[in-house]
């Protein structure tokens, strides 16, 4: 950008999925105007297509439906849908963008969403969004939580644009938002920085025809399944055969149907099919206990964290069988319709096996137009579609000023999705820092109602939430109670509660019956409960009294099938909560100023990239390292996968962090306390030192783990694959060396259950190497599964193109080590030879997996952070969440989270940056209203609650009694359970709002 020129306040994303959603929502809270152009007629991408999420069973809809509300009406998000942009001018900080939006033939200022042209539309055309399932009309929504809630004429299929007749929706239309002479237009766009998160596009299973997709109707593909499965799908959650409404019992998965194929698929790996695959044999096992799933694959990729147990459970909890082969052909039982598959065995025996239903499961690819659309912003793409990006920036495209996120930039999940969102979004905070703000609207919120002393009015709705609670709980007989409670002026049904429509019409309904108290049952107020309280304060009421009934969790999930108990539970679960309501009080809370610095733990890779990124932002930032040197494991990596210098890269990182002038270094140095809060922690450092700071990073990186098994540490000859790269580096050997290697040292069984992710990567790199270096040279890998997932594939491919030989083993029957003088002699069964093999190196390299520092328990316990049983820090959400702490004001990032990559480990550093900027741009947070009140007047300072407090709140004070510091306060009402004298209440947890709610069904 030229001297003379500001920076623009604003960011453009391309693209409405849950990256770029992240990444909107984390710009916007922190100052910057956001313009989202997206292609769809509405915000979610892929995501909104699928049932559940694993390993939470989390329903996916209502997960991301939320974000997509807060995003219709952030006062600095602006939504172009049924946009495309065309062009684009300028340099970072300043770029223009030419913007076309398509007509909709709609008036989006007219449209109240009220879907009565769609009901009057007399034409069903087949839906994309049920995968062709069933149909739609030619006036349409998306989906029923659409956001924008604007309907859109489908051209094409119009019978007045086709036909020259018709015009039903016109005349039905009350609000006259249908305009046929809808041109669309061209806009123009001034914005710092550009995020490119435009989605992926799915595989089409009909370019494998011997696999039956099209032909056998009872052949569909994964999405297909996941509308099957959804409970807003065209079976309503049944699972049916399409081609016969039966209900199948057989169900078999194909997995790598267009993944890892380099003759009519894609030569990559799609990231998420095995995971997927699994979460929809135990979701169908769920649905309908007759199931029997069975998942054919050639290798196991359940790299991610817990991924493994989560196998496992599906295994031996719900029965799912696993069989390791190639399916191929699928063949139709005329008679039945049902399919037989053809497959060979591990010994080479060909084998039919029949079954009701084939789910095959499909991988991700980019847009048709991909190429062209890297054309569009001057971006390189990789060989396969996706944008260039290093393992170095792995959000940074090759143009300046523009970056992206998301399965754009490779095969990911949704995890590592929602991590680039917010580290996109950490990456334009750092280029625009110096206009954060200079664009942004102040959200105007009404005069706040004053309920003092009034009798309460109560509203209640009641969420079909498609059918997911209505199939079990008989909604209308909820309603029909809740209008006979005390002090419930107003009880209806809602859809989708959570839908835009809905949230408008709760605060309509507010104002029409002078609400003072809402109620809405539906599902968990984990996920919705904000999104609730912020509508009905958006509507003059204080936003603590609002309530959420749970009678989806709690109710229609655990007694499906079970309808009249279910719906009686259902109805006490709405007495108790309106009981509860009734005695509710309006609560006010305090802010707290927010000191501009963050504190992060641990110099690795992951702090210093955290630490690099938030400095650019123009925040102070310490970084608190215990050895005496920064660098971390990455100390001991030379090369990456694609063979670039990681120590070039490391010295060039210390060098960038020792030099900046907002990054301060404590080496060598620990933490002896951390007192405060969220926005103004206080830290006092080992040497002294004390640190003022609002937010904390947790980058304590992992370990690497020291082998006892097969021989180590008995020769110079058995060597870890670290080890071995470094003598790559350094040494010299025989052009006519022999090389073994064994996977899965340490890992992927008890009591270290889980994948460490990097293994299979640093063998294939260090084979790779070997060959390359030596061609002559023989290595050897013996294997469990090889988890070269996304664009990693293709150097698997290339290993065994140059040479590198692969021995499958089972956890059972694990290779066998013998050390012969100089030499190491490795015998393992062969299941494709179907007879034991032996080989003899001069060098055996364990693939050693990673184990959490050993300081990981101790900050835990510091900082009250929960791990997970293999000892890895948890998050708030693995979905939602994937770097926040439950605990306000920390964040964590790299190894302490989980075993990764280092391209992986970027990504999450720059996420929590993100993440931790967009709180310490606030000039004052404000303090939870869900908190702990302290009555002095009757407190004994017996100190019982003193003891107990995992956050300190409460502390002794200058007279030497019981005070409370409401601010470190998290409301877990602790302290309330075990004061003796009552003096600790919890707002909207009151003894007496418990009492009035088990008096409602005693």
């Excluded at 108790?576 to 501009?596: C, G, N, Q, R, Y």
């Excluded at 070269?788 to 029957?813: I, K």
């Excluded at 004001?889 to 993100?914: I, M, R, W, Y």
Aim: hydrophobic share 35%; glycine share 8%; net charge negative.
């Amino acid at each position: 950008m030229s001297q003379n020129s500001k920076p623009s306040g604003s960011v453009m994303i391309v693209g409405g999925g849950i990256g770029g959603m992240q990444a909107a929502l984390d710009l916007a809270d922190s100052g910057f105007k956001v313009h989202m152009v997206q292609k769809d007629s509405s915000l979610g991408g892929t995501m909104v297509m699928l049932d559940k999420t694993f390993p939470t069973g989390d329903c996916s809809m209502c997960m991301i439906s939320p974000k997509m509300v807060e995003i219709g009406r952030h006062p600095n998000i602006e939504i172009h849908t049924l946009a495309e942009v065309t062009a684009i001018d300028g340099e970072p900080g300043r770029f223009t963008a030419t913007v076309k939006l398509l007509p909709r033939y709609v008036d989006p200022d007219k449209c109240t969403g009220c879907g009565i042209c769609e009901k009057k539309c007399p034409k069903l055309v087949t839906s994309e969004f049920e995968q062709g399932l069933t149909k739609r009309k030619a006036i349409y929504s998306l989906l029923a939580q659409a956001v924008p809630n604007t309907r859109v004429i489908d051209y094409d299929n119009c019978l007045y644009f086709q036909r020259g007749r018709c015009k039903a929706c016109e005349k039905f239309c009350t609000a006259g938002a249908i305009n046929f002479e809808d041109t669309g237009k061209e806009i123009s766009l001034t914005v710092g920085a550009v995020i490119l998160s435009p989605g992926l596009a799915r595989h089409s299973a009909a370019r494998h025809p011997e696999l039956g997709f099209g032909r056998w109707p009872n052949v569909v593909s994964s999405v297909q399944f996941e509308r099957i499965l959804s409970a807003s799908g065209p079976f309503s959650g049944q699972i049916l055969r399409p081609g016969d409404k039966k209900h199948p019992h057989k169900i078999a998965w194909i997995q790598c149907v267009g993944s890892r194929d380099t003759n009519h698929g894609n030569p990559w790996c799609s990231s998420v099919c095995c995971m997927y695959a699994t979460k929809q044999a135990v979701i169908a096992r769920e649905h309908d206990a007759s199931v029997q799933p069975t998942i054919f694959y050639m290798e196991m990729r359940a790299f991610g964290k817990d991924f493994d147990k989560y196998v496992d459970r599906a295994k031996n909890q719900y029965g799912v069988r696993y069989h390791r082969a190639m399916v191929s052909a699928v063949h139709e039982d005329a008679d039945t319709g049902n399919l037989v598959l053809r497959y060979a065995e591990m010994d080479g025996t060909i084998t039919e096996e029949t079954f009701d239903m084939v789910v095959l499961s499909i991988g991700l690819e980019p847009h048709a137009d991909a190429l062209e659309f890297a054309k569009t912003f001057n971006i390189e793409s990789n060989r396969h579609g996706f944008a260039a990006t290093t393992p170095f920036a792995p959000v940074d495209t090759t143009r300046p000023g523009v970056f992206v996120t998301g399965t754009f930039q490779g095969p990911k999940d949704i995890p590592e999705t929602v991590i680039q969102g917010s580290a996109v979004a950490g990456k334009a905070m750092a280029l625009l820092g110096e206009a954060r703000g200079t664009e942004i609207t102040e959200k105007a919120l009404p005069p706040e109602t004053d309920t003092t002393g009034a009798e309460a009015r109560i509203g209640v709705l009641v969420c079909h939430c498609g059918i997911n609670i209505s199939q079990t709980v008989d909604i209308p007989a909820v309603v029909e109670t809740a209008k006979t409670l005390p002090n419930v002026v107003f009880a209806d049904d809602l859809m989708y509660a959570c839908s835009q429509d809905s949230q408008e019409a709760i605060k309509a309904l507010v104002q029409e019956h002078n609400l003072n108290r809402v109620v809405v049952a539906s599902c968990t107020p984990r996920t919705h409960q904000p999104l609730f309280q912020e509508t009905i304060r958006d509507a003059g009421l204080n936003k603590y009294l609002f309530e959420l009934a749970d009678i989806r969790e709690q109710c229609s999930w655990c007694h499906m099938g079970q309808n009249e108990p279910a719906t009686k539970k259902a109805i006490d679960i709405v007495k108790m909560t309106v009981a509860k309501v009734k005695l509710f009080e309006a609560i006010h809370t305090d802010s707290v100023p927010v000191t501009p610095a963050a504190m992060i733990i641990g110099g690795g890779i992951a702090g210093m990239t955290a630490a690099l990124a938030l400095g650019d932002q123009g925040y102070e930032v310490h970084i608190v390292e215990k050895t005496s040197a920064l660098g971390g494991l990455v100390k001991n990596v030379y090369r990456t996968l694609d063979g670039r210098d990681v120590q070039s890269f490391l010295t060039d990182c210390i060098q960038k962090v020792e030099q900046h002038p907002k990054v301060t270094v404590h080496t060598g140095t620990d933490i002896k306390k951390t007192d405060g809060f969220v926005g103004n922690f206080v830290t006092t450092l080992s040497d002294g030192a004390a640190i003022s700071h609002g937010a904390i990073i947790v980058a304590t990186g992992g370990v690497e783990y020291a082998p006892v098994e097969y021989e180590y540490g008995n020769s110079s000859s058995i060597v870890t694959q670290r080890e071995l790269e470094k003598r790559l580096e350094t040494e010299t050997f025989s052009p006519t060396a022999a090389f073994a290697m064994i996977q899965c040292v340490g890992s992927r069984e008890e009591p270290f259950n889980y994948c460490s992710r990097i293994c299979c990567q640093d063998a294939i790199k260090n084979a790779i190497a070997i060959k390359k270096k030596y061609p002559k040279a023989g290595v050897t890998i013996f294997y469990r599964d090889i988890r070269t997932y996304g664009l990693r594939e293709d150097y698997y491919q290339e290993a065994r193109s140059l040479g590198v030989l692969f021995v499958r083993f089972e956890p059972e029957n694990k290779p066998e080590v013998r050390v012969d003088g100089d030499r190491v002699t490795v015998t393992a069964f062969d299941f494709l030879a179907n007879r034991p093999v032996t080989v003899k190196a001069d060098v055996l390299a364990l693939s050693t997996g990673l184990r959490p520092h050993p300081s990981t328990e101790e900050v835990g316990r510091r900082y009250k952070l929960t791990c997970n049983p293999d000892g890895y820090f948890l998050e708030a959400h693995v979905k939602l969440r994937p770097v926040d702490f439950p605990s306000e004001g920390l964040f964590v990032a790299g190894l302490a989270h989980a075993p990764k990559n280092l391209d992986e480990t970027v990504s999450q550093a720059l996420a929590a940056s993100g993440r931790a900027g967009v709180l310490l741009s606030h000039d004052r947070l404000s303090v939870s209203g869900i908190i702990s009140k302290h009555n002095r007047d009757i407190c004994m300072s017996c100190l019982a609650c003193f003891r107990v407090c995992p956050f300190d709140s409460p502390f002794i004070d200058e007279e030497g009694h019981i005070s409370h510091n409401e601010v470190k306060c998290m409301g877990c009402g602790i302290c309330a359970g075990v004061c003796p004298a009552k003096a600790f209440q919890v707002n909207n947890f009151r003894d007496d709002q418990i009492i009035a709610m088990i008096d409602a069904i005693s």
